[in-house]
């Protein structure tokens, strides 16, 4: 064989092997987690809550302090969130309308890693799962889905044995079929959480040596407020951060709700005394840190799977809650509050993990930040930005603003015309939070809204006709408007 052959021979050998080596390499899996109704209320972020699985999660991920959901309630939230597409795309802003009955081949984000060769998997509420004919998203996920079809309503103490007392105070109203707050001496696993992690650690034991995309979706802090004792007794009521029910100066009438979630529908509202409230936010924390148990479960279990190293982490909210602040009950505004949500990401050996940045993102910029981690083609049709950059350097900006939406009435699709009467656009930019409240049939804004960064998040002065913030205004309604343009229905 003459030198060249033999050289050529080579070469392809060595191409050949480093191919084939390339090919070998292990993809990265991806454990995906999110919570309901959960604001960023946890200690990373400077809450008091009660949060040691999340804050050992902050110091392995980057933590982004300015993020946000694209619609304060959780169907149109999930869904934007799962396939990287603004609920204005989709065609959906309410809680009873499946995302597929109007985008019926629209890819996911579960979907697009099933596509590529991962198994995927959900344990607990990911996808919106209620109140929709159609439940959940089957097509997304290699196997059935786990604790998925069931409601908040139902998620009512289970136990072997006589069921010990509720020692919280009588609750105002129900949650459907459950007291609005209780508070029972019971096992972690008497609640949806605690069965959620118990599967999700099942889960993880049996996916962990193939390439999997599993998503856990814890249902906590949603109401009803009924964690097990042991996590109300972790806060002390009186130590809580006191409550300041004030609304915004010269913030219009439409920005507001009814809080028919948890105050109940018009005219059989009730209005909660101040020993009610506190017992309410007091609910709310022990929510969080039941959950925040649970989390630590699945973090343990992928420490002692073995793959940890090359499994990226991200959790979320849905979005954000009111807690009487504002006067407001529950979610679906544009307030701050609603709109900011826990953000994580960690990827393997990331030099950044325990770091903050103050990076605006977005819950439609998971679908391609994720494929791009995972070396998945770019997603077709996603309007999210990837992070990947801001992973790499938390000082980066990707995008100018953060863009939440919400119709009037919050719920329109249980009026009698099933169609909003008007639309709340909002951006959120580095230096403020900018909404127009616009006429659904005409276009014409009735309402604007500014709040500077000063405010955030109590958002207590109405700054949109203030000269002194007029450049502010300008360079935010800019954006607004281009994001949103006014148009008829």
């Given at each position: 064989?003459?030198?060249?052959?033999?050289?050529?021979?080579?070469?392809?050998?060595?191409?050949?092997?480093?191919?084939?080596?390339?090919?070998?390499?292990?993809?990265?899996?991806?454990?995906?987690?999110?919570?309901?109704?959960?604001?960023?209320?946890?200690?990373?972020?400077?809450?008091?809550?009660l949060?040691?699985?999340?804050?050992?999660?902050a110091?392995?991920?980057?933590?982004?302090?300015?993020?946000?959901?694209?619609?304060?309630?959780?169907?149109?939230?999930?869904?934007?969130?799962?396939?990287?597409?603004?609920p204005d795309?989709?065609?959906?802003?309410?809680?009873?309308?499946?995302?597929?009955?109007?985008?019926?081949?629209?890819?996911?984000?579960?979907?697009?890693?099933?596509?590529?060769?991962?198994?995927?998997?959900?344990?607990?509420?990911?996808?919106?799962?209620?109140?929709?004919?159609?439940?959940?998203?089957?097509?997304?996920?290699?196997?059935?889905?786990?604790?998925?079809?069931?409601?908040?309503?139902?998620?009512?103490?289970?136990?072997?044995?006589?069921?010990?007392?509720?020692?919280?105070?009588?609750?105002?109203?129900k949650?459907?079929?459950?007291?609005?707050?209780?508070?029972?001496?019971?096992?972690?696993?008497?609640?949806?959480?605690?069965?959620?992690?118990?599967?999700?650690v099942?889960?993880?034991?049996?996916?962990?040596?193939?390439?999997?995309?599993?998503?856990?979706?814890?249902?906590?802090?949603?109401?009803?407020?009924?964690?097990?004792?042991?996590?109300?007794?972790?806060?002390?009521r009186?130590?809580?951060?006191?409550?300041?029910?004030?609304?915004?100066?010269?913030?219009?009438?439409?920005?507001?709700?009814?809080?028919?979630?948890?105050?109940?529908?018009?005219?059989?509202?009730v209005?909660?005394?101040?020993?009610?409230?506190?017992e309410?936010?007091?609910g709310?924390?022990?929510?969080?840190?039941?959950?925040?148990?649970q989390?630590?479960?699945?973090?343990?279990?992928?420490?002692?799977?073995?793959?940890?190293?090359?499994?990226?982490?991200?959790?979320?909210?849905?979005?954000?809650?009111?807690?009487?602040?504002?006067?407001?009950?529950?979610?679906?505004?544009?307030?701050?509050?609603?709109?900011?949500?826990?953000?994580?990401?960690?990827?393997?050996?990331?030099?950044?993990?325990?770091?903050?940045?103050?990076?605006?993102?977005?819950?439609?910029?998971?679908?391609?930040?994720?494929?791009?981690?995972?070396?998945?083609?770019?997603?077709?049709?996603?309007?999210?930005?990837?992070?990947?950059?801001?992973?790499?350097?938390?000082?980066?900006?990707?995008?100018?603003?953060?863009?939440?939406?919400?119709?009037?009435?919050?719920?329109?699709?249980?009026?009698?015309?099933?169609?909003p009467?008007?639309?709340?656009?909002?951006?959120?930019?580095?230096a403020?939070?900018?909404?127009?409240?616009?006429?659904?049939?005409?276009?014409?804004?009735?309402?604007?809204?500014?709040?500077d960064?000063a405010?955030?998040?109590?958002?207590?002065?109405?700054?949109?006709?203030?000269?002194?913030?007029?450049?502010?205004?300008?360079?935010?309604?800019?954006?607004l408007?281009?994001?949103?343009?006014?148009?008829?229905?």
């Amino acid at each position: 064989m003459s030198f060249a052959c033999r050289l050529l021979t080579s070469l392809s050998l060595s191409a050949a092997f480093a191919v084939s080596a390339f090919a070998a390499a292990p993809k990265l899996n991806v454990l995906f987690l999110m919570a309901d109704d959960f604001r960023p209320e946890l200690a990373s972020y400077g809450s008091p809550a009660l949060t040691p699985n999340l804050n050992r999660l902050a110091r392995r991920t980057l933590q982004f302090d300015r993020a946000y959901c694209q619609q304060a309630v959780c169907n149109p939230s999930r869904s934007s969130m799962l396939t990287g597409r603004r609920p204005d795309t989709l065609r959906l802003w309410n809680n009873g309308t499946h995302f597929r009955e109007l985008n019926p081949d629209v890819t996911t984000l579960p979907l697009w890693f099933k596509e590529h060769g991962y198994h995927t998997r959900c344990v607990g509420k990911i996808f919106h799962n209620w109140h929709t004919k159609e439940k959940g998203d089957r097509r997304s996920w290699s196997a059935p889905e786990f604790l998925y079809y069931e409601t908040h309503g139902e998620d009512d103490a289970r136990v072997t044995g006589p069921l010990p007392p509720n020692i919280a105070s009588p609750a105002p109203r129900k949650y459907t079929s459950v007291p609005l707050y209780e508070c029972r001496d019971v096992p972690d696993e008497a609640y949806y959480d605690g069965r959620v992690a118990a599967e999700a650690v099942r889960v993880l034991a049996e996916v962990k040596d193939r390439p999997f995309f599993l998503a856990v979706g814890f249902w906590k802090p949603h109401a009803p407020f009924n964690a097990p004792k042991k996590y109300w007794d972790l806060y002390d009521r009186a130590k809580l951060p006191a409550l300041n029910p004030a609304r915004p100066i010269g913030a219009p009438e439409i920005a507001f709700h009814d809080g028919r979630e948890l105050r109940g529908v018009p005219p059989n509202q009730v209005t909660f005394t101040p020993e009610q409230a506190a017992e309410i936010r007091h609910g709310y924390f022990a929510n969080i840190s039941y959950m925040d148990a649970q989390l630590g479960k699945v973090l343990d279990a992928l420490d002692r799977s073995g793959v940890a190293d090359r499994t990226i982490v991200t959790f979320v909210g849905d979005h954000g809650y009111h807690l009487g602040e504002h006067t407001q009950w529950g979610k679906t505004s544009n307030f701050e509050y609603d709109a900011g949500v826990p953000f994580f990401i960690g990827t393997p050996g990331s030099k950044h993990a325990g770091k903050r940045t103050s990076s605006l993102a977005e819950l439609l910029d998971l679908f391609p930040t994720l494929a791009e981690l995972a070396g998945l083609p770019k997603p077709p049709g996603v309007e999210g930005t990837s992070l990947v950059p801001v992973l790499n350097d938390p000082a980066k900006f990707v995008k100018p603003a953060a863009f939440t939406q919400h119709p009037r009435p919050a719920y329109f699709d249980r009026e009698p015309d099933k169609q909003p009467k008007a639309m709340g656009v909002s951006v959120r930019t580095a230096a403020a939070r900018y909404t127009e409240w616009r006429d659904w049939k005409s276009g014409e804004v009735i309402g604007r809204e500014l709040y500077d960064n000063a405010q955030q998040p109590a958002e207590l002065h109405n700054r949109a006709d203030d000269p002194k913030f007029a450049k502010v205004r300008a360079e935010a309604e800019a954006l607004l408007r281009k994001q949103f343009p006014i148009v008829k229905h």
